[in-house]
């Protein structure tokens, strides 16, 4: 006999559903990303991303994208660019048209080299989506471009959606929102300039940024909205829940939610960033360039890929600052295990605990992820945390 509280849930979903209207409208109009399912595919982006680049292409747009994409990029990171005698001059006045652009040139995704009399200049762009670093490859392509272009002033860009910290100080991270800010504005200054089919492909691709990679896209939360509304529908009708990034990172902020001693600095999908009041009270908020709080030190849980770590970063701002909390963490080594590390002029992790590791939980399901995660996160809130508010509280001055 079949249950009429799972039949009322189907009518319901049937029903009652606007937002699946809306889904479905905006999923009826034609992409030809998704049409050829390579809206994840990070190569057939950094693809799209090497034509828009290059001024000699057929796209119509000349040196815009490349000189406004770079322009964004030094006015993002203004103190970083001086350590190279760099300025939004420099790169107003570049001749874009001798920009020689490799892709996939020794592994690297896309690779821009300015050649100016006085100044050369090469950009490296590691482009992210859905996967996360392995084997140390961003200082191997560090080291691959300090060997091959010894005279050019190095510009490494990590692009990811969500401002994703990287490994390697040398790198200074980009987000897939300002890409995709960037194109919308282009596509209204050049319209009446470029052929039709161009205009759009490339309002096609931007429509996929929005849609699938830009943090908390307009897709993304219909879709939870919809789950939300209607969770035993769908998982009779599917049987599955959203991805497991999104579900470890719901829980994750739940714990943090129960928690009175913990400040929620900001929450996505793959980065929650937290402090405690004894840090936020005992520290200036003179960072620049990481959150709209000005936090300079913060607690990151990085989430991707089935795997799940919790670090303490000390982030950009007033060298002299920093310089005092880099070795104020030096002194308790065993507490702040990774503070040994030199202090580079973005961002420190000065602590690190590993939550989940993709080798340990390839096969398991959420419900076997949690209580791994849970007991982690008690582990954590009972003693590493405490013994460092409580450094804090007492030495810091």
Known sequence: MEDNTDIKQLENFILNNPELDKL???LTIFNVFETLNIVNAEIRHSNVLAWLLSPQSNHGLGESFIKQLLKYFVSENKEFIKNFGLSLFDFEIFDYNDIEIRREWKNIDILLLLKETSKNVAVVIENKVTTDEHSNQLQRYKSIIDEEFPDY????????????????DSWVNFNYGTIAKLIDELLDKKKDSISENVYHFVKQYNTVLRRYIVGNSEIEQICRQIYKKHAKALD???????????????????????????????????????????LDEKLEKISEGWSNSKRICMFEFNNSDRRLTLRLYIGPGRKDYRVKLHEFCMKEPKLFNLASRQLGSKWLAVYQKEFLRKKNIEDLTFEEIAPVIEKHWDDFRKNDLVDINDYFSQNWK
């Open 24 to 26: 479905e409208d905006m």
């Open 153 to 168: 002033i190095k510009l490494f860009i990590f692009l990811t959606p969500e401002e994703t910290i990287p490994s390697d």
């Open 236 to 278: 009779l009708i599917f049987q599955y829940k959203p991805d497991l990034d999104w579900e470890i990172s719901q829980l994750i902020q739940e714990l943090l939610n129960k928690e009175k001693g913990i400040i929620i600095d900001g929450a996505g999908k793959t980065v929650i960033r937290f402090t405690t009041p004894v």
